[in-house]
C-alpha cells in the first residue's frame, strides 16, 4: 500500500502541473483592429516624412504632407477577452526596417479588474510613423508590429499583431495649352539683327525698319496646374531653333529677364488654386541674307517635384 501511495502522489503531482500550464494559455483570447494613417500628398521632395496618430484617432503630420479627406484614418484597438481576473501592462515595441520606423503608443497602458467570460476589456494604439524613404513611397500596408503586454497576476505574455497601413501619393501636376512665342513678320536683310519679346509681349529690334508693324508679337503664356501647395522647380531652355519652309535657321535665346512665374523665386514656385501663370519672351537671332520663309520650332518647360 505504501508503493502505490508514493505512485499516485507522483502521478497526481504531474497532473496538476499540466493542468495549471494549460489554464495560463487559456486565461485571455484577443483581437486587433489595424491602424489606417490615411492617405497623403507629398508637396515637395522629401528625404523623409513623420505621421502620428494618437491612440483616440487625432492625426498629426509633417508640414510637406497634405491629407486626403476622408481615406479611412482611424486608430488601432486590441480586445482583451479575460477568463478571468487579470492585471496587464503593456510594453510597446518599436519596429524598423529600411522604409520606416513605427512607434507605438498604447492607451490604457494597463488594465486590472475582475472579468468574466465574454466581458471585453479594450485598448487603443496609435502610433509615430518615420518614413525613410517619403519620396514616392506609394502604400505601406500589412507589416505587422508587436504589442506585447506581460499579464502580472498570471506571470504570462500577451503577444498581439497589430497591422498598419499608410499611402504618400505624388501631387497631380500639369500645364494648360501654351500660346506661341510670336515675332511676327521680319525682313531679310544684308545684315544680321535681333528682335526681342519680351515677357509682356513688347517688341524692340536692334536694327531700325525690319519689323512689319502690322503683324502682331506675342509671348508664350501658359498655366502650371495640380495640386494646391506644391513645391515645383521649373526648367525653362535657354536656346531654340528655328528651321525655315525654305532652309534655314535661326535661334532664340531666354535668359532670366525674359521669363515671368507666377508666385516664383527664381525657378521655385509653389502652386496656387487655379495655377499659376507662367509667361516667355526672348530674342531671336536673324543672319545675314536669312532665307526667306515661315520659320518655327517648340522648346519644352518641365517641372520637377
Known sequence: MKIIKFILIVALSLYSENTFAQAQKTNYTTSSQPINFGRFIRLKKLSSATVTITPEGTITHSPDLLPV?????????????????????????????????????????????????????????????????????????????????????????????????????????????????????????????????????????????????????????????????????????????LKGSDGGTMEVTIDSSQYSIEGATGLNTVIKDGGNAITIGGTLTVNDYQPIGEYSGSFVITADY
Open 69 to 241: 479627406p476622408n481615406s479611412g484614418v482611424k486608430a488601432g484597438i486590441i480586445d482583451i477577452d479575460p477568463l478571468k481576473s487579470y492585471k496587464i501592462d503593456f510594453n510597446p515595441q518599436l519596429f524598423t526596417t529600411a522604409e520606416f520606423d513605427i512607434n507605438p503608443t498604447v492607451n490604457p497602458t494597463s488594465l486590472i479588474g475582475e472579468k468574466g467570460i465574454g466581458q471585453q476589456t479594450r485598448t487603443r494604439v496609435g502610433a509615430t510613423i518615420k518614413l525613410k524613404r517619403a519620396e514616392n513611397i506609394g502604400t505601406i500596408s500589412d507589416p505587422p508590429f508587436i504589442i506585447a503586454s506581460s499579464d502580472i497576476g498570471w506571470s504570462d505574455l500577451v503577444k498581439t499583431k497589430v497591422y498598419f497601413t499608410i499611402t504618400i501619393d505624388e501631387p497631380d501636376i500639369s500645364f494648360d495649352i501654351p500660346t506661341a512665342l510670336d515675332f511676327g513678320t521680319l525682313r531679310s536683310t544684308p545684315t544680321g539683327y535681333t528682335v526681342t519679346v519680351d515677357k509682356n509681349g513688347n517688341t524692340t529690334s536692334s536694327v531700325a525698319g525690319v519689323i512689319f508693324k502690322k503683324n502682331p508679337f506675342a509671348a508664350s503664356q501658359t498655366r502650371i496646374l495640380g495640386t494646391v501647395g506644391t513645391n515645383v522647380t521649373l526648367n525653362i531652355p535657354s536656346t531654340i531653333t
